[in-house]
């Protein structure tokens, strides 16, 4: 079945560090992929998302780029700040499919001043 | 524009005990999922609406979990006879038919005692 594996957290790194999360899926088809967001307190919102394989998806300083030879959707900021401390989510919406989002686990990224 | 919207945001419960969690989707949104979020996990499905009627439930426990959304607006998930392993963070969310881009609402915090 279709599966996203995310890499274990936390990350903990220091302003104006290099920033990657690692994100590799398993699924049939042509998914879609995305990356959300989940801030202390606040509901999952959608960071960035790409529909097709060489994509680039960006979104306030972060980009990932759907590859399809290595299933990955790493997720990269040149520049953290202490506002980028949160949750990370990748997820797949598989081709053909109800729309339904199958996320990874998700990796807490803590950036410290 | 307003959000998804939920209620309540936080609840807490003994087991054997019935909850009920309502969610508002954005207006005009014909399609509204509900997802479980266990702690240190990613949000799992557990029922998708396209307007009222069910596209898929394939991951909700039928013996204690019912959903409906009887107007093809808001929604109402319940839980009886809940059980310590339903404690969670039941999220809901929305998008247009056919879209790919999912708007969360806050979520509920469940606790079961």
């Known amino acids: 079945g279709n599966s996203v594996t995310q890499m274990e957290g936390p990350v903990t790194l220091s302003e104006e560090a290099f920033l990657t999360i690692n994100c590799t899926y398993t699924a049939t088809g042509y998914p879609s992929l995305f990356w959300y967001v989940q801030y202390p307190g606040e509901g999952l919102q959608l960071l960035l998302k790409?529909?097709?394989?060489?994509d680039k998806g960006s979104n306030k300083g972060f980009e990932a780029t759907y590859r399809k030879e290595t299933t990955s959707f790493h997720l990269e900021k040149g520049s953290v700040q202490v506002s980028d401390s949160a949750v990370y989510f990748c997820?797949?919406?598989?081709?053909?499919?109800?729309?339904?989002?199958?996320f990874g686990q998700g990796t807490t990224l803590q950036v410290k001043p | 524009e307003a959000g998804v919207a939920q209620s309540p945001r936080y609840k807490i419960i003994e087991k054997r005990q019935s909850v009920a969690f309502w969610c508002n989707p954005i207006?005009?949104?014909?399609?509204l999922y509900w997802y479980q979020q266990i702690l240190g996990q990613g949000p799992k499905l557990l029922i998708q609406f396209q307007n009222n009627g069910v596209v898929d439930d394939s991951q909700l426990p039928k013996d204690r979990f019912s959903a409906e959304r009887l107007k093809g607006v808001d929604s109402t998930l319940k839980i009886q006879p809940a059980k310590l392993e339903d404690s969670a963070v039941y999220l809901c969310a929305s998008t247009i038919s056919g879209g790919e881009t999912q708007y969360f609402g806050p979520g509920t915090r469940l606790l079961v005692l």
């Open positions: 997820a797949l919406s598989s081709s053909g499919n109800t729309g339904k989002l199958i």
């Open positions: 207006s005009g949104h014909a399609t």
């Open positions: 790409a529909t097709k394989a060489d």
